[in-house]
C-alpha cells in the first residue's frame, strides 16, 4: 500500500430511500478506498447497492434519496458537503463515468464530434484545438478514420464501438478518477476481451484510478488489483484480489466464488447455487445481513452485526468468523 | 433415423432492404441471410446447445424452427414428419411437442394475465378445457418448484428467477419432447443460475426431455449440455460432444469464445485472445471463409476459398487449417 | 443505474380499487371524479329533476333573471331555463356517449387492422386517417347537414367520422408497439391463433390509452355539438342544448346576462371535469410517472 493518501475515501457510509413501505436502507456502513492509479473492481448480484453506491459518489441520487450517515472523501474533500456547484465542477473532469448501456450513453440528435467537443466545454482551448483533442482520443481508442467519424451519429457505429466512443469522451478530460458501471454487460464475450484490454492499455497510460462495477467475477480476477465484494448493501469483504479469490473469509464470497460455472472444472449436473433471496432492506434481519442464507452461521449471527476484520494483508470481512485471524 | 429432431440446409433471410432502394444503390441482394445453410440434429434425451455471438443467427434459427419464421429452404424433420411447408393445423399439433422458453422472461408473459392464467393457457389454446386448472396449475408449478399460491401474482410482480420457472412451467404443460431454450440464465445472477439449469437438467431426467439451448454463456453450456454446436454469421462452425470442443477446439473461433470467458482466478495466465474487429454486418459477408478477418491463424487461402465441412467422429467443423487436436498431428 | 439493483417491493395488485385509491390521491382526480359524478347523474335523471318540462312555453315573465320558482330564469319564450339545462345535459351527454362509442370501436378496428395486417393496408388506412382529419371540422359539418339536414344525428355522424382518425392512430400505434413482443410470439408458438391472441392479448393491453382519450373526448365533442347547434345546425328546437340556449341568449343579452350564463357554465364545468378526470387517469395508469417506489 501506498503512503500517500487514497483518492477515493468511503468511509461508513449509510444511505436510505424513503418508500411508502418504510426506509429502505440501501447502503450500511460501507467502507470502501481507492488508491491513486488502482484498479478496484466492485463485485455483488442484483439488489447489492453497487449501482447506488456509484450514484452516491457522483451525488446523482434521486429525491427521496438520504445519506444518514459517512463519508465520501475525495481527495480528501467530503463529496456530502459541496456545493451543487462545486460537485459539478468536479463530474466529468475529475471523476469521469462510462455506464453500462452503450445504445442510450450517448445523445442519439448529435454527431459524436459535437459530443466531444462539448464535453470540452470547460476547457481553454479554442474549437480546432479541442477537434483535435476529439480526434486523438478516438484514434487512441481504437475507433478507424477518427477525422472522418467525427461528424457521424451514434446510430451508425456498432455497440462496442459506441462504448469506446464512450471511454474516450470519458478520458479525455484525463479525470482522476474513471468509474465503470457494468460497460461490458451488454456487450458479447468477444467484445468485452477487447474493452477489458482497451481500459487496461488507457489505465496505464494515464494512470488514472478505476472503480471497476461488475458482477462477472472473470473479468475481476483479469482486470482488478483490488476488490469489493457487496451484499445487500454492504461490503462484505474487500482486498487484493489475489487473497480474496484464493483465500476468500467471507461465506458470501466463498459461495459466490463457488457458483461460477467457470470455476467449477468437473462437469456437473447439480450446479452449486446460494439458496433463498437478499432480504427485505425495509427490515433487514437482525444480525447479520448474510445470516439467513449462510451455511456457518451460528447463534451469535442473530444476535449481533458483525464489524469489518482484518484477515491478512489489506483483506478484511465483515463477518464473526473471521475476527481474530488478521494481525 | 431415430433422431428426435433433424435440420438439413435450413436457410432463413429477411429483407433488408426494399426492392427499389436495393437496385438504386446497386446492391446484388436486398435480403440477409440469418440463417445460411445449417444442419443439426438432436436425439432424445439429448441436450445440445447453440452457441454464438449476436449475429449469430442462433434465435432466429430456433424461432424458424418453431414455425415463427418463414424459412426459405431445408428441412426440419421433427420425429420423422417434416414441418417445413406444413398447414397451420399441422403445425398447432406440433406445438403440443415442442416449447419454447423465451429470452426476456417478464417479458413473455401477458402482463394482464395471472400466473395461473399463464401457466394453464395451452389447455385453451388446444380446447382441452376439460382439465381442472386450479390442479394443473399446481401440478406445474410443482414441477419448477414453486407453491401454490404464486398462480395469484401478476408478471410485473416476479423476480427474474421466478419469471423465468414460471417460463419453464408453462412449457412443461403439454408434456412437450422438446424444448427450445433461449437464454436460460441471461440476466441471472450467478447465485441463481444454477436452478435453472439444475432444474431442467433434474426434469430431462425425470420426464426424457430434449432440450435445445441457445446461449452465449459458454461456462453454462459445459455443464449442461451433451453436444455444442457454435455459430457464426449463421453458420455453424463447429459441433460436436461438449467435453471434446472444451478440451480441443478446432476452430479458431471456439478457441477465442472459450478465451473470453476466464475462470475467476487471478493466479491463471490469461490468454485471452483478442479478436481483430467486430462481427461483420450480413449485408457485407466476407469472402472465402467468412471469420477470416478477424481469425489470428488466417492464411491467403482463406480469403478466397470457402472451407467444406470435414466431419471427425461425432463432431464436424468448417475450417482449412483447424487447431491441433488429439488425434491429428500439430500443425494441421 | 440499473432500475432493478434497488430492491422494490412488489406493486400491489392492479385493482379496480387500488387504481380508484390512487385516482383520488391528486386533488385534480378527486374534483374529476366528483365533478363528472354529478353532472353524468343530472343528465341520467335530467326529465326526473327538472322542475318544469323544458319545452313548455308558459304564461309569466319572459328572460325573468333567477328566482325562487326559475332557479336560473326563463328565456325568451318562458320556459325555464333551469329545466332546459338539464335537458340539454342529457343530450350532450347522448351525443357524447353515442359518438364516442361509435369512434372508438370504429377507430379500433381500423387501427388494428393497420398496425397488424399488411404494409400495404397500413398505409392505406393511414391515407384515409390523413385526408378526413385535414377537413375542418365545421365545414364537414355544414356539408353534411346540407346532405343530410340538421338533426341529432347528423351531429353524431360528424363527431364520429371526424373522432375515428385519433382513435385510429392511437391504436394503430398501441398494436404496433405490442405487435412484437415476447409475449405475443410465446403465444404465437404455443399454437394460438390471431383471433385469441388478439381477443386474450391484445385488445386488453391497447384499450387503456384509448379509454383514457375517450374520457378527455367527451367534453371535446360536447362543445362541437354545442358549436353546431350554436350555428343552427345540430339539434332542433324545440330539443334543448347547450349551444342552443346560449344562442337564444346572445340574441337577448341586452335583456339579460342569464341564459348565456345558464348555458355558458355547465359547459365549461363539464368540460373542466372530464379533463381533469382524463388527465388523472392517465398519470394513474402510466406506470412511468408512478410516484411510489
Partial sequence: MTAAPDLLSIRDLSLSFRTPRGRLQALRRVNLEVPRGRIVGVVGESGCGKSTLIASILRLLPPNAEVTGGAIRFEGRDLLELSPRAMRELRGRRIAMVFQDPMTALNPVLSIGRQMIDVQYREGRSRREKRERAVEMLARVGIPDPAQRLEAYPHQFSGGMRQRIAIAMALMMEPDLLIADEPTTALDATLEVQIIGLLQALQRDFGCSILFVTHHLGVVAELCEEVVVMYAGEVVERGPVEAVFRNPAHPYTARLLACDPGRIVERSRNLPTIPGEIPDLVSPPPGCVFRPRCPEAFARCELEAPAEHAVGSGQSARCHLAEGEGR | ?332 | MAADEIPVAPRRADGFLAGLRRLTRDGMGLFGLVAVLLVVLSAVFAHQLAPFDPTRIMVGPRLAPPSAEHWLGTDQLGRDVFSRVLVGGQVALQVALASIAAAVSIGLGLGLLAGLGPRWLDNAILLLFDTVRSFPVVIFGLAVVTVLGPSLTTVIFVVVVTSIPTYGRVARTQTLAIKNNEFILAERAMGAGTGRILRVHVLPNIIGPLLILASMDVPVVITIEAGLSFLGMGVQPPTPSWGSILNDGFSYIRNTPWPVIAGGIPLILTTLAFTFLGEALRDTFDPKLRRDL
Avoid at chain 2, 261 to 276: F, G, V, Y
Fill in chain 2, 1 to 332: 433415423m431415430s433422431g428426435l429432431l433433424e435440420v438439413t440446409g435450413l436457410r432463413v433471410r429477411f429483407r433488408a432492404l426494399g426492392t427499389v432502394k436495393a437496385l438504386l444503390r446497386g446492391v446484388e441482394s436486398p435480403f440477409v441471410e440469418a440463417v445460411a445453410g445449417v444442419d443439426l440434429a438432436l436425439a432424445e434425451g439429448e441436450t445440445l446447445a447453440l452457441v454464438g455471438e449476436s449475429g449469430s443467427g442462433k434465435t432466429t434459427l430456433a424461432r424458424a424452427l418453431i414455425g415463427l419464421l418463414p424459412v426459405e429452404a431445408g428441412s426440419v424433420r421433427f420425429r420423422s414428419r417434416e414441418l417445413i411447408g406444413q398447414s397451420s393445423s399441422a403445425w398447432k399439433a406440433v406445438r403440443r411437442e415442442m416449447a419454447m422458453m423465451f429470452q426476456d422472461p417478464v417479458g413473455s408473459l401477458s402482463p394482464r394475465l395471472t400466473v395461473r392464467a399463464l401457466v394453464t393457457e395451452p389447455y385453451r389454446i388446444h380446447g382441452l378445457r376439460g382439465r381442472e386448472t386450479e390442479r394443473e396449475c399446481a401440478r406445474l408449478l410443482g414441477l419448477v418448484g414453486l407453491p401454490p399460491d404464486f398462480g395469484e401474482r401478476y408478471p410485473h410482480q416476479l423476480s427474474g428467477g421466478q419469471a423465468r420457472r414460471v417460463g419453464v412451467a408453462r412449457a412443461l404443460a403439454l408434456d412437450p419432447r422438446l424444448i427450445l431454450a433461449d437464454e436460460p440464465t441471461a440476466g441471472l445472477d450467478v447465485s441463481v443460475q444454477g436452478e435453472i439449469l439444475n432444474l431442467l437438467a433434474r426434469l430431462q431426467d425425470q420426464l426424457g426431455l430434449s432440450i435445445l439451448i441457445i446461449t452465449h454463456n459458454l461456462n453454462v453450456v459445459r455443464h449442461v449440455a451433451d453436444r455444442t454446436a457454435i455459430m457464426y454469421l449463421g453458420r455453424i462452425v463447429e459441433q460436436g460432444e461438449t467435453e471434446r470442443v472444451f478440451a480441443h477446439p478446432r476452430h479458431p473461433y471456439t478457441e477465442a469464445l472459450l478465451s473470453a470467458n476466464p475462470q475467476a482466478d487471478p493466479a491463471a495466465r490469461h490468454r485471452r485472445i483478442e479478436l481483430k474487429g467486430e462481427v461483420p454486418s450480413l449485408l457485407r459477408r466476407p469472402s472465402g471463409c467468412e471469420f477470416h478477418p478477424r481469425c489470428p491463424h488466417a492464411r491467403p487461402l482463406c480469403a478466397t476459398a470457402a472451407p467444406a465441412a470435414t466431419t471427425e467422429g461425432r463432431g464436424r467443423f468448417t475450417c482449412h487449417f483447424p487447431l491441433a487436436g488429439p488425434s491429428l498431428p500439430s500443425g494441421g
